[in-house]
């Protein structure tokens, strides 16, 4: 039976379901072959820390190379509610923190923003006090805050909570947080970077011990160098931070998006496509690269920021995501999905995050074969995937499905682009460029 498509509504063949909306959705045809290069943008994750970072600083700064994105956007909305002047100028932000004196960061844009809760590390070394409402969870899991809170009151901090809102202050004459030592529980990345950006400004010095060792975490303490702070270690598991009096202005280019990076190399191994990416820190990419090459893919180093997939016939493989350098957590959907498509049985376990294997379902309505047990998922490769209507849940399940429709047989219509907004700049224009065919409607 011929599908029917009228604006804002889809009517799935032979069954009942009628998906009723007015969100735009993603109609890609497949199996297409792609070609050429990709730019890869500013990382997404790195832009939200070191926005949040500049709220340590009383003189302007410049930051460069920041990603056009849907959380980029409501970072801005925040550091503006606290009484940041911010002027931009394509992918360049000058941020002027000098007058923040709002202590509270709104709760209607917290909540849209897990990353905002990051805030509250600057605000309290700033100003001796915040006040920033609890992110609460998400998509793919509980997401709590208590090793930010933990560190921020082993510095001094006097922390409670008190109607969804954290209250943190810093008692005491000069209302400076003292350095502590503080060991993480688990490498979380967003307490290692809250912690140490309040302890830039902590009289004294502060060790994290088990601190997470993302290029995201190094690139944010790169920043805060920038700007004269004093810290050792970042990029390992034991970072030194000496607090200084203040900090002055910098202008500073953020890393390419490795996840990004990655997405599009899986791109280019689903399609069975030799694409090429700049710019990539190739270092940022080895668990994904050795990941790929055990599937069967080559990935070159062209230049320094040039690398180049070249694909292989798919073979399954066992994949576990864990803290950096580990395989990354946000490009487990993006494998899953090429996994789908590869010869014999892969096993998936997701350590990380409790709740991030949604794309699952949305997978096997394209005909994929997975079987899940608690936060394992076995693949069983299957010879194609046909296109169908399916729904993203969470921004790396957007990207799972995007890449499972480039590869599928038909069409396949992808719902919840808000998720793939918040993560990906461009990425439909991108995509077509290497000749992909899709539209979004
Ligand atoms: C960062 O989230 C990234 N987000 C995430 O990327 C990424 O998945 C994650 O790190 C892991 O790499 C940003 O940088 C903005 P965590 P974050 O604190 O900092 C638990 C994407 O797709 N935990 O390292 O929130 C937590 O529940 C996003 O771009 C606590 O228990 O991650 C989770 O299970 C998604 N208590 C684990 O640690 C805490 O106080 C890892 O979380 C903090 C975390």
Redesign the pocket.
């Given at each position: 039976m011929e599908d029917k498509t009228i604006k804002g509504t889809y009517i799935q063949p032979n069954s009942q379901s009628v998906i009723e909306s007015d969100d735009p959705v993603l109609e890609i045809l497949g199996p297409t072959s792609l070609k050429g290069e990709v730019t890869i943008s500013g990382a997404?994750?790195s832009a939200?820390?070191i926005m949040a970072g500049t709220l340590l600083c009383s003189d302007e700064c410049r930051i460069r190379n920041v990603p056009s994105l849907v959380?980029v956007g409501r970072m801005k909305q925040i550091l503006a509610s606290l009484g940041v002047k911010i002027t931009e100028d394509k992918d360049i932000l000058d941020i002027n923190a000098k007058e923040i004196g709002q202590t509270q960061a709104p709760y209607d844009l917290v909540s849209q923003l897990?990353?905002s809760f990051?805030v509250i590390g600057p605000v309290l070394a700033r100003l001796g006090v915040a006040r920033v409402p609890l992110p609460g969870g998400?998509a793919?899991?509980?997401?709590?805050?208590?090793?930010?809170?933990?560190g921020l009151q082993a510095m001094g901090a006097e922390v409670h909570i008190e109607h969804g809102i954290v209250h943190a202050c810093v008692k005491g004459s000069r209302s400076r947080l003292k350095g502590a030592k503080i060991y993480l529980?688990?490498?979380?990345?967003?307490?290692?970077?809250t912690i140490m950006m309040a302890a830039t400004l902590a009289e004294g010095e502060t060790i994290i011990e088990n601190a997470?060792q993302?290029p995201?975490v190094e690139d944010l303490a790169n920043f805060c160098r920038s700007m004269g702070a004093k810290i050792r270690g970042a990029g390992t598991n034991t970072i030194i931070v000496s607090g200084v009096e203040r900090l002055h202005s910098t202008d500073y280019p953020i890393i390419p998006d490795r996840?990004e990076a990655g997405t599009f190399l899986v791109a280019g191994a689903i399609t069975q496509s030799p694409i090429s990416l700049y710019p990539v820190i190739p270092e940022h990419l080895t668990p994904v690269i050795a990941k790929l090459e055990e599937i069967g893919c080559q990935v070159i180093l062209e230049e320094s920021k040039r690398v180049r997939i070249v694909p292989g016939a798919l073979r399954a493989t066992d994949i576990e995501t864990l803290?950096?350098p580990g395989f990354?957590?946000?490009m487990q959907a993006q494998f899953m999905a090429l996994l789908t498509l590869s010869e014999g049985n892969s096993m998936i376990s997701e350590t990380?995050?409790?709740n991030r294997l949604r794309h699952v379902a949305e997978l096997q309505r394209m005909g994929a074969d997975i079987k899940v047990k608690g936060n394992v998922a076995v693949v069983k490769g299957v010879p194609f995937l046909s296109g169908a209507p399916v729904m993203a849940t969470?921004?790396?399940a957007s990207a799972a499905l995007v890449l499972a429709g480039l590869a599928a047989q038909g069409k396949t219509v992808v719902q919840g682009l808000h998720h793939l907004d918040r993560?990906y700049e461009n990425i439909e224009d991108k995509l077509r460029q290497l000749g992909a065919k899709l539209q979004r409607v």
């Open positions: 997404k994750n939200l820390a959380d897990r990353a990051f998400c793919i899991g509980a997401r709590p805050v208590d090793l930010h809170v933990r529980d688990y490498p979380s990345v967003g307490a290692t970077e997470a993302e995201e996840i803290p950096y990354p957590t946000d990380v995050f409790e969470d921004l790396r993560g």
